[in-house]
């Protein structure tokens, strides 16, 4: 069963640094998404992305936070200059269609540790 | 407001019995999902509801929407003790492709 991978599974960078998760969104989706999971708290939206611009991104989505889908099957999000709080579990997803009538698979998850 | 709120936070219970979760949610729907999450893992999709309709069943699960209450509930029968996890709902609306998600109950099944 197709499924979307992230990479890498865990990521630790000094506070500044600037880190980039990857992700494989499921080979015939068209809608990418990011969210995060501070430890302990709700899943978060962060940015969805289709026909390769931003559909749509959250408060918690900033300049320090950037998305790029750089070939047809890789799905980036890059974090500029890391802070503590950007410590979480960051989830790619991706759907066939709108979210109206489509499940958004995810993915398992890269924890991003900022120390 | 919070957009999607779930109880219990936890729930233990014996193997064989069953589950019940529920959720609230303050918006209009276009759908709700449940999701369940394993510790520190990925999200696995469970099961979706549309907002015209009031029950789906999914094996052992069943889920239920009532959108005059804005909320929904999960049924899992006969639990098993793989069905430890956390469950989470998420909501779709109009006009957007976000999914808004509850605070989650935490599930433990003793064997």
């Known amino acids: 069963e197709p499924e979307v991978t992230q990479t890498p599974s865990h990521q630790v960078t000094q506070m500044g640094q600037e880190v980039i998760l990857r992700c494989v969104p499921i080979?015939?989706?068209?809608?990418f998404y990011w969210y995060r999971q501070i430890l302990g708290q709700k899943v978060e939206f962060l940015v969805s992305f289709y026909n390769n611009e931003i559909s749509e991104k959250s408060e918690i989505f900033d300049d320090q936070f950037s998305v790029e889908r750089p070939d047809g099957s890789n799905f980036t999000l890059k974090i500029r200059s890391t802070k503590l709080e950007d410590s979480a579990m960051y989830f790619c997803?991706?759907?066939?269609?709108?979210?109206?009538?489509?499940?958004?698979?995810f993915g398992a998850g890269t924890r991003l540790s900022v120390l | 407001s919070q957009q999607g709120e779930e109880d219990p936070q936890a729930l233990s219970i014996q193997e064989g019995e069953n589950a019940t979760m529920n959720c609230s949610y303050k918006?209009?729907?276009?759908?709700l999902q449940w999701y369940r999450q394993n510790s520190g893992r990925g999200l696995v999709h469970l099961i979706l509801?549309?907002?015209?309709?009031r029950e789906k069943h999914s094996g052992r699960l069943r889920v239920t929407l009532d959108t005059s209450k804005k909320s929904s509930s999960l049924l899992i029968t006969a639990s098993r003790a793989a069905d430890t996890a956390s469950y989470f709902c998420a909501t779709s609306s109009y006009n957007t492709d976000k999914l808004i998600f509850g605070t989650g109950t935490r599930l433990q099944v003793f064997p």
């Open positions: 997803a991706s759907s066939r269609g709108t979210s109206g009538r489509n499940i958004q698979y």
């Open positions: 509801i549309r907002s015209n309709e």
């Open positions: 080979s015939n989706h068209l809608y």
């Open positions: 918006t209009s729907i276009n759908n």
